[in-house]
Each structure stands twice: as C-alpha cells, then as structure tokens.
C-alpha cells in the first residue's frame, strides 16, 4: 500500500470517529432550538399581550436607581444599567447567531462523513449499508439546515425588541434625569 493509500485510509478512520460527535452535536442543537423556540413563543405572546417582561424589570431597577441616594452622579449609574442590560440582551443574540453559523456546518459534516460510507458500500455492492447511509446523510442536512432557519428568525425577531426595548428604556432614563433635575 502506498503512502498516499495509506493516508486516504488514515483520513476515512479520522473522519469516521468524527461521525458521532457531529450527529450528537447536530441533537444537542435541535434540543436548544426547542428551547430557544418555546422561549420566543411565550415571549412573543406576551408581547403581543402588552407584557413585556425584561423591559419592565429593567425599568424598575432604573425607577430604583433614580430613588436611591448612592454616590456617584445619576447620569453615570443610569447609563451603566443601561449598557449592562443591552449587553446581557445581545449576548442571548450571540448564542442564537452561532446556532445559524454552526448547525448548516455540523448538518454538511454529518452528510459527508456518512456519504463515504454509503460510496464504500456502493463500491462493495452493500446495498443495505448504501441506503442506511444515505438517509443519515440526508436527515443531517435537513436537520443542520432547519437549525440554521430557525435561529435565523427567531434572532431576526429578537434583534428588534432588543433595539424597541433599549430605545425606549434610554427614553426612560432620560425622564428620570430630567425628574432629578427638576427636583434639585
């Protein structure tokens, strides 16, 4: 066997030991989709309610903020809260947009690893072993792909309350800075 034979057959075992971490990798992402989807509906409902939570609780811990006679000027405190909160809005984004980037690359790996498989056994005539390949191959696309659609829309979504809530907590901040001179 030649070396370049003998790396071909070195690359299909390094390959094929990566075929169970990409499939578990590809599930535990369909898990966190169902998770980051079922927590989009219940926000979305409660928006569409008028609730929304996370930006009430932000505006009360402003109110408290503005109440509270800390040191330090009241512009500074507010904003602080403020970027603290937009930051721990966009991170929760940031997990969403790595799902988009990651499920379509572990969906494509978790087609080709099997597809060497199936044109093995295509090559030794193992019709069951092509066919069962095949389906894994194809499931993982599907599945890598619609990963990648859901998060795609429900950061599409997100992304937009994010930006309404933090104008408007900004707004909010300013009411309570003009509260505060008024009163001085």
């Given at each position: 066997?030649?070396?370049?034979?003998?790396?071909?057959?070195?690359?299909?075992?390094?390959?094929?030991?990566?075929?169970?971490?990409?499939?578990?990798?590809?599930?535990?992402?369909?898990?966190?989709?169902?998770?980051?989807?079922?927590?989009?509906?219940?926000?979305?409902?409660?928006?569409?309610?008028?609730?929304?939570?996370?930006?009430?609780?932000?505006?009360?811990?402003?109110?408290?903020?503005?109440?509270?006679?800390?040191?330090?000027?009241?512009?500074?405190?507010?904003?602080?809260?403020?970027?603290?909160?937009?930051?721990?809005?966009?991170?929760?984004?940031?997990?969403?947009?790595?799902?988009?980037?990651?499920?379509?690359?572990?969906?494509?790996?978790?087609?080709?690893?099997?597809?060497?498989?199936?044109?093995q056994g295509l090559a030794e005539?193992?019709?069951?072993?092509?066919?069962?390949?095949?389906?894994?191959?194809?499931?993982?696309?599907?599945?890598?792909?619609?990963?990648?659609?859901?998060?795609?829309?429900?950061?599409?979504?997100?992304?937009?309350?994010?930006?309404?809530?933090?104008?408007?907590?900004?707004?909010?901040?300013?009411?309570?800075?003009?509260?505060?001179?008024?009163?001085?």
């Amino acid at each position: 066997m030649s070396a370049v034979d003998q790396l071909r057959v070195l690359f299909h075992h390094f390959a094929s030991l990566l075929v169970w971490p990409v499939l578990l990798g590809l599930l535990g992402l369909v898990g966190a989709m169902l998770v980051a989807l079922g927590s989009f509906l219940r926000e979305f409902w409660d928006r569409r309610r008028g609730r929304r939570l996370s930006f009430e609780s932000a505006q009360r811990e402003l109110d408290r903020i503005a109440a509270a006679e800390e040191a330090g000027p009241l512009e500074l405190r507010l904003e602080e809260e403020l970027q603290r909160r937009e930051r721990e809005q966009w991170r929760s984004l940031g997990r969403l947009r790595l799902a988009v980037r990651v499920g379509p690359s572990l969906g494509l790996m978790g087609t080709l690893i099997p597809m060497a498989d199936a044109l093995q056994g295509l090559a030794e005539g193992n019709l069951p072993a092509l066919a069962s390949n095949m389906v894994t191959a194809f499931a993982a696309t599907v599945i890598g792909l619609s990963i990648s659609v859901t998060a795609y829309l429900i950061a599409a979504a997100r992304e937009g309350w994010v930006r309404a809530d933090t104008q408007a907590l900004a707004f909010h901040a300013e009411r309570l800075l003009l509260q505060a001179v008024r009163k001085e």
